[in-house]
């Protein structure tokens, strides 16, 4: 072959090779792909049990509701409410975030009448109620908060997943988080978080989030039925099985999200309005995929 044909042939390689090179999206491409596709419903309320398992095994069975909500100047408003067992009946986390704001959180205990044992700031980090997650973890992310690097692709049987560094962008993040970075594996078909790794401060692998059972609603929200938090450090997991969701701003009004309607007991099952009731019309998924 000659020479020029040769070179010919080794350009077009490169030029192909190069052309590949730059069709693979950047972290940060990817992200707000996922972020956008994952996009938080602004009215969410959801029924869970959530079962705690030490290391031994041995099971702790807690039936709970969770209510979201995002108002019109982006303040996010969460509200976890226990309803079984007997001795946790009642309990509730109630935190708040304004927008580019720490997040104000607190627990109330129903022997506590009118105080909550606050949670604000830097321990929002810390593990809440026996739990393995922390009031960071409950709540949506936001993307500018943190910066992105792409590492190694991972292929497991047939599917192809990108694996995806976070970090936060700044020292009040890092405080707010407790974590020095964030590892997500995202599914390359649909961008789906099916794992993520929490590292703390000092850089040690802590915890490991694994979501299941995902549902599609509408054309573009995906929700996990089901999330494990397995803490390593700790050897001690939480599962949340969610067993109904319904978007709608009826189930999530604004009085609900205030430390006066908790200690008025407003939020006791008896007392809130079932997700059932005929007189409202909830959402429900487009179409269900099972993961």
């Given at each position: 072959?000659?020479?020029?044909?040769?070179?010919?042939?080794?350009?077009?390689?490169?030029?192909?090779?190069?052309?590949?090179?730059?069709?693979?999206?950047?972290?940060?491409?990817?992200?707000?792909?996922?972020?956008?596709?994952?996009?938080?419903?602004?009215?969410?309320?959801?029924?869970?049990?959530?079962?705690?398992?030490?290391?031994?095994?041995?099971?702790?069975?807690?039936?709970?509701?969770?209510?979201?909500?995002?108002?019109?100047?982006?303040?996010?408003?969460?509200?976890?409410?226990?309803?079984?067992?007997?001795?946790?009946?009642?309990?509730?986390?109630?935190?708040?975030?304004?927008?580019?704001?720490?997040?104000?959180?607190?627990?109330?205990?129903?022997a506590f009448d009118d105080r909550m044992?606050?949670?604000?700031?830097?321990?929002?980090?810390?593990?809440?109620?026996?739990?393995?997650?922390?009031?960071?973890?409950?709540?949506?992310?936001?993307?500018?908060?943190?910066?992105?690097?792409?590492?190694?692709?991972?292929?497991?049987?047939?599917?192809?997943?990108?694996?995806?560094?976070?970090?936060?962008?700044?020292?009040?993040?890092?405080?707010?988080?407790?974590?020095?970075?964030?590892?997500?594996?995202?599914?390359?078909?649909?961008?789906?978080?099916?794992?993520?790794?929490?590292?703390?401060?000092?850089?040690?692998?802590?915890?490991?989030?694994?979501?299941?059972?995902?549902?599609?609603?509408?054309?573009?929200?995906?929700?996990?039925?089901?999330?494990?938090?397995?803490?390593?450090?700790?050897?001690?997991?939480?599962?949340?099985?969610?067993?109904?969701?319904?978007?709608?701003?009826?189930?999530?009004?604004?009085?609900?999200?205030?430390?006066?309607?908790?200690?008025?007991?407003?939020?006791?099952?008896?007392?809130?309005?079932?997700?059932?009731?005929?007189?409202?019309?909830?959402?429900?998924?487009?179409?269900?995929?099972?993961?």
């Amino acid at each position: 072959m000659p020479n020029s044909l040769k070179s010919f042939y080794l350009l077009l390689l490169v030029s192909l090779a190069v052309s590949v090179m730059a069709a693979e999206p950047d972290a940060r491409t990817i992200m707000k792909q996922v972020h956008g596709q994952q996009e938080q419903h602004p009215y969410i309320y959801e029924e869970q049990s959530m079962i705690l398992i030490d290391k031994e095994g041995n099971r702790d069975v807690r039936n709970t509701r969770r209510y979201l909500r995002v108002d019109a100047s982006e303040k996010l408003n969460v509200l976890l409410v226990f309803d079984s067992p007997e001795e946790v009946k009642g309990v509730a986390l109630l935190a708040s975030q304004q927008k580019d704001d720490v997040i104000q959180a607190g627990i109330y205990l129903p022997a506590f009448d009118d105080r909550m044992i606050s949670s604000d700031g830097e321990s929002s980090s810390e593990r809440f109620l026996g739990t393995d997650f922390s009031v960071f973890d409950l709540k949506p992310d936001r993307y500018d908060d943190f910066s992105y690097k792409r590492l190694e692709d991972e292929v497991v049987g047939e599917i192809s997943y990108y694996t995806i560094e976070e970090i936060p962008v700044d020292n009040s993040i890092l405080k707010q988080s407790g974590y020095s970075k964030r590892i997500h594996t995202i599914s390359k078909d649909n961008l789906l978080v099916f794992r993520t790794r929490y590292f703390n401060r000092q850089g040690r692998h802590i915890k490991t989030l694994t979501r299941h059972e995902f549902k599609q609603y509408g054309n573009s929200l995906w929700k996990p039925d089901m999330i494990l938090m397995d803490n390593l450090a700790d050897q001690h997991k939480t599962l949340i099985k969610t067993r109904e969701r319904v978007f709608s701003p009826d189930y999530v009004p604004p009085k609900m999200f205030t430390r006066q309607w908790l200690f008025n007991h407003n939020h006791m099952a008896s007392t809130v309005q079932h997700i059932f009731d005929n007189t409202l019309t909830p959402d429900k998924p487009a179409q269900a995929n099972d993961d």
